[in-house]
């Protein structure tokens, strides 16, 4: 078990930039999960999926963001001309299907500038 | 819909005393409860977990928590705090496939 990994770990980039988040989750594990965390607060619900079907999507998405997992494994997460508010933890997390618990990547820091 | 309550934002405690970090839950059904703890700059890593079978449920690092209904409360104990103890706690809820996560108890813990 290899955990799940998220890359890059860090990202600066300028306001108006696109970015795209790698996540790879447990071998094994089906479901991926996408969470927003900003500084002080718990993580925020963006989108999941149940091998490369998207099935849910957080009104917090908006039409700048998009996320894919082509292949039902490995999943990514792009935000289209990026804006300050965009700063944030983005947090990776994939599960069993039938089971509750989900598992966490490190987490990606994006800071907007 | 479903929500946790984490009380307390910041908790400090002495090395060696008892940890006490209060999560409430609201759930219309039997819900399904944990704490993650999260280290500075990292992920987020599961401490233990409610499914509705033991209401008292052992974690690791020596932490447990309380399920009680009647108090719709989720507590987190330890009973004696290290250094390394020292992070952010997340209570958080399963809901429709996704969790529900609380503000997040800063503990920290002096020597």
């Known amino acids: 078990d290899t955990g799940v990994s998220q890359d890059p770990r860090h990202k600066i980039t300028k306001r108006g930039q696109n970015v795209t988040f790698r996540c790879d989750p447990i071998s094994e594990h089906n479901r991926l999960y996408w969470y927003r965390q900003t500084l002080g607060q718990g993580p925020e619900f963006l989108t999941y999926f149940q091998n490369e079907a998207q099935l849910e999507k957080s009104r917090l998405l908006s039409d700048r963001f998009s996320a894919e997992r082509p292949k039902g494994s490995f999943s990514t997460l792009e935000i289209q001309r990026t804006e300050q508010g965009d700063s944030a933890m983005y947090l990776c997390?994939?599960?069993?299907?039938?089971?509750?618990?989900?598992?966490f990547g490190p987490g990606t820091r994006l800071t907007v500038t | 819909a479903q929500s946790v309550t984490q009380l307390g934002s910041h908790v400090s405690v002495s090395e060696g005393a008892l940890v006490l970090l209060r999560c409430n839950y609201s759930s219309s059904v039997p819900p399904y409860l944990f704490w993650y703890v999260q280290y500075p700059n990292q992920g987020l890593q599961l401490l233990l977990k409610?499914?509705?079978?033991a209401t008292l449920v052992k974690g690791i690092n020596g932490f447990e928590a309380e399920f009680k209904k009647s108090e719709t409360s989720f507590h987190l104990t330890k009973p004696s705090a290290h250094m390394s103890d020292a992070a952010e706690y997340f209570c958080?809820?399963?809901?429709?496939?996704?969790?529900?996560w609380g503000l997040g108890t800063s503990l920290a813990v002096n020597p």
């Open positions: 958080a809820v399963f809901n429709n496939r996704k969790l529900i």
């Open positions: 997390a994939s599960s069993l299907e039938g089971r509750v618990e989900q598992y």
């Open positions: 409610y499914t509705s079978a």
